[in-house]
């Protein structure tokens, strides 16, 4: 996951940067596969699971707010970051055998205004086959 979040380009100001982007896309990943729909639940998320995230982050500045994840993803183009994501997840693809469930919605709350659309999500579990 850290490769994948260290390939997403960081447009914030520099002087703005209390929080590395990898932090921000991991713990955002973890937030949204655990069902936060919102900014606000994504920090909240963050700031309950402190405690683990500090054992695989450099957590020096605590956990991003709502308004910094907001900040961070409304300056990348969504297409540039599924493009990143969806080539990541066939990287790994490759090292794992079984079937892959795989769910859909659109985030409550989300919705489309002038050129941006509602945001979608896809959740894909990996489900062991066994042999017969």
Known sequence: MFIFAQTIPDFRLNRKKLHPSE????????AVICGAET????EDYGIVKREFLETILDLENG?????????????LKPSFFEEHFVSW???ISNHY????AIDG???RGSKQSGL???IHLVSAF???????
Do not use: C, M, Y
């Open 89 to 91: 997840i066939k990287s």
């Open 105 to 107: 919605k659109t985030v």
């Open 97 to 100: 055998k079984g079937v892959v």
């Open 63 to 75: 956990i991003p707010s709502h308004d910094t994840f907001n900040r961070f993803f409304s300056l």
């Open 39 to 42: 900014w606000e639940e994504i």
């Open 23 to 30: 932090n921000i896309v991991f713990i955002t990943i973890l």
């Open 116 to 118: 941006k659309s509602a």
């Open 126 to 132: 990996l489900q062991k086959t066994k042999s017969f």
